[in-house]
């Protein structure tokens, strides 16, 4: 069975798909927002062009742009859309039908959620590194997408969604390699979906889901899980050691595409703001952190940096002539 039939209609009457036809399709999950003041654009330049050691810290805002809906936009992210929500931590250890409904939903989500490609914020923080300007990227999602960009320096706050990890052993694989077990494992699963969520879930019936095999992990037999920081899971110490120490040494916080509801993200905005270190954050509405940027603008990522990008290059080309 074919769940994009199924799931489509309803999909695009939930996010105003119709209506939304103009806009290009990659900007399908991107809110709305006013064009962005000239003095605003400045001051993120005059920013960026300014510091040389830069954290960098991104949310689900940034990936949008390359057709991964967000959580918490207005009309668009995911909690707008639907009412699924992420499974909680406990509930993923405690419940063998939960993690058997979890990585069915996870395979068949995996192709398309793995063939996503950067976009152009990806890849200007990735000439902003070359060019020596980024300490390192901090970044909340779990989609690959700076290192598919070829960012170096990057702290994965929530873990990755290409890495499945064992809860009872230092075992770690890779996910395309866990796709393949699935597929010999599981060879009457024939479900695939278009559907694309911020953490690669789909939606399946109980019916597709019931017999769906979970392979145990390989060294000890132990439950596999993505090495995902799920909702009430504790983001581990050496990653929070590893982000503190970095904003410790940067020169500046620039902050894209995240509300900073999540408190891990949060206390890195806190930590920079303690340290005395200026931040600028850029995103589509309101954030946590507000209060405390030197420099907020609001626009959408992609085009705000492709635009700063070119001014600083121009300027850096002219100061050769
Ligand atoms: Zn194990």
């Not at 400045?42 to 830069?54: E, Q, R, V, Y």
């Not at 969604?161 to 075992?171: G, I, K, Q, S």
């Not at 954050?281 to 705000?304: F, P, Y």
């Not at 990008?309 to 850096?316: L, T, V």
């Amino acid at each position: 069975m074919n769940v994009i039939c199924t799931n489509t209609r309803e999909i695009m009457n939930k996010i105003g798909y119709l209506s939304c036809r103009s806009r290009s399709s990659s900007l399908t999950f991107v809110p709305k927002c006013e064009p962005v003041k000239d003095s605003d654009l400045l001051k993120l330049k005059d920013f960026i062009h300014n510091h040389n050691s830069i954290c960098i810290l991104t949310g689900a805002g940034i990936s949008t742009e390359s057709g991964i809906p967000d959580y918490r936009s207005e009309g668009v992210g995911l909690y707008a859309r639907s009412d699924r929500r992420p499974v909680p931590y406990k509930d993923f250890c405690a419940s063998e039908a939960i993690r058997r409904r979890y990585w069915a939903r996870n395979y068949v989500g995996w192709p398309r959620f793995s063939s996503v490609k950067p976009n152009s914020t990806h890849k200007i923080l990735k000439k902003l590194e070359d060019a020596n300007k980024v300490r390192c990227t901090i970044t909340q999602n779990v989609d690959n997408l700076h290192t598919k960009a070829g960012s170096r320096r990057v702290i994965e706050l929530h873990g990755t969604a290409f890495r499945v990890m064992c809860l009872n052993c230092d075992e770690r694989i890779c996910r395309y390699y866990l796709q393949d077990v699935f597929t010999r494992m599981n060879p009457n699963m024939t479900a695939t979906s278009q559907m694309i969520r911020p953490d690669g879930d789909v939606d399946l019936s109980q019916e597709q889901v019931e017999g769906f095999q979970v392979p145990p992990c390989e060294n000890c037999g132990g439950v596999l899980k993505p090495d995902i920081i799920f909702f009430g899971d504790n983001v581990p110490r050496q990653v929070v050691e590893s982000v503190k120490y970095n904003v410790e040494h940067s020169d500046s916080l620039l902050v894209l595409g995240t509300t900073l509801t999540t408190y891990s993200g949060y206390r890195i905005a806190l930590q920079a703001n303690n340290a005395g270190k200026p931040i600028a954050i850029l995103n589509i509405g309101k954030t946590r952190a507000d209060d405390l940027a030197e420099v907020k603008v609001e626009g959408r990522c992609g085009d705000i940096l492709s635009r700063i990008y070119a001014m600083i290059d121009q300027r850096k080309e002219s100061m050769k002539c």
